[in-house]
């Protein structure tokens, strides 16, 4: 079976800090995608990030980042210069075909 | 452009009552998801469409549910006898297809008392 496995239900950091949130998935799998979500306290999921896995070369948007070991089965999300903004539910998901498979979620709180 | 809608925003039903919840997914979306999210957990799937078939109600979590798709568009998820363990975030999202990320509105809040 498929799974998802965000093993840090809560973290916190300072403003501006660099934060890394972990995922680890289980597949068997060869070709799939990969994404990060955010939910702020306003509920709504917010794609933050995505991963081809037939892709070595890792995603980056703006502040966001991944670092996607493919044989280690791991797609783990880091945050630069971390602002109060990025205070939100993170959610890992794998995607095959149409399934999606969700990690239970890291609370990540920004502090100031 | 527009983003995917659902509404009602919130919910408010007695216990027994029958709801509905609309969802309209961005134009041009094939694809359509209903997710149910409990307070501070994860994301439950309830049902997937493609067009207007639903090839996935693995998640529905009983006969009281039931969902429908028109005009491979608008998405209705209806809830019979609403009970005190439906409360919960509903969510809906939609994609391009298979492969594409989920666009998500977001969600009616169903409170049943």
């Known amino acids: 079976a498929q799974t998802v496995t965000q093993s840090q239900p809560e973290m916190s950091v300072q403003e501006a800090e660099t934060v890394t949130l972990s995922c680890t998935y289980d597949?068997?799998?060869?070709?799939?995608?990969l994404f990060w979500y955010k939910q702020p306290p306003s509920r709504q999921m917010i794609l933050v990030i995505r991963?081809?896995?037939?892709k070595q070369q890792n995603a980056t948007e703006n502040r966001f980042s991944v670092n996607f070991q493919k044989a280690a089965k791991s797609f783990s999300l880091k945050i630069s210069d971390s602002q109060l903004g990025d205070t939100a539910m993170y959610f890992c998901a794998f995607m095959n075909n149409y399934q999606l498979i969700w990690g239970a979620g890291t609370k990540l709180i920004i502090k100031p | 452009g527009a983003g995917v809608s659902q509404s009602p925003s919130n919910k408010v039903t007695e216990k027994g009552k029958d709801v509905e919840l609309r969802c309209d997914p961005i134009?041009?979306?094939?694809?359509l998801y209903w997710y149910r999210q409990s307070l501070g957990q994860g994301l439950e799937f309830l049902i997937y469409?493609?067009?207007?078939?639903?090839?996935?109600k693995s998640g529905l979590p009983s006969d009281r549910f039931s969902a429908e798709r028109t005009g491979g568009s608008v998405s209705t998820l209806t809830i019979q006898r609403t009970q005190q363990e439906d409360s919960a975030v509903y969510l809906c999202a939609s994609s391009l297809g298979t492969y594409s990320p989920l666009h998500f509105g977001n969600g009616t809040r169903l409170t049943v008392t």
């Open positions: 469409f493609q067009g207007n078939s639903a090839p996935d």
């Open positions: 134009s041009g979306h094939t694809a």
């Open positions: 991963q081809e896995a037939y």
């Open positions: 597949t068997s799998e060869s070709n799939y995608y």
